[in-house]
């Protein structure tokens, strides 16, 4: 069984910038992709980011590209959410999640692992 938990969530003023980590229990991490999700107030959960196991392939949502960067080590069973020019947008509980095969996916419903959240915050 593979245990995920997010850190690094806070409160920001817009234009600010956080980075988010996802640590992994277990070695299964350095096989599986992982993404990145958020669930904004009275919104349904959505896709953020995502990397294939290896970390070469990455893939972003049209709202985050260009200003988000999704990142992961192996090495230490972390994988990463780099955040810059947040906005008010971006407010929303964030989970990392980890899929049981190579590539990624946009679907929430292909991901088998998920870690219970980080609240961001952005101020206007």
């Known amino acids: 069984q593979v245990q995920l938990v997010e850190s690094g969530g806070r409160l920001v003023q817009a234009g600010g910038s956080l980075r988010l980590s996802c640590a992994a229990s277990?070695?299964?991490?350095?096989?599986?992709?992982m993404g990145w999700f958020r669930r904004a107030p009275g919104k349904e959960r959505e896709f953020v980011a995502g990397i294939d196991w290896s970390g070469s392939i990455t893939d972003y949502d049209d709202s985050v590209k260009g200003r988000f960067t999704i990142s992961r080590d192996n090495t230490k069973n972390t994988g990463y959410l780099q955040m810059n020019s947040l906005k008010p947008e971006d407010t929303a509980t964030y989970y990392c999640?980890?899929?049981?095969?190579?590539?990624?996916?946009?679907?929430?419903?292909?991901?088998?692992?998920w870690g219970q959240g980080t609240q961001v915050t952005v101020s206007a």
């Open positions: 999640a980890l899929r049981k095969y190579h590539s990624g996916s946009r679907a929430l419903n292909e991901y088998n692992y």
């Open positions: 277990g070695r299964a991490f350095n096989y599986y992709a």
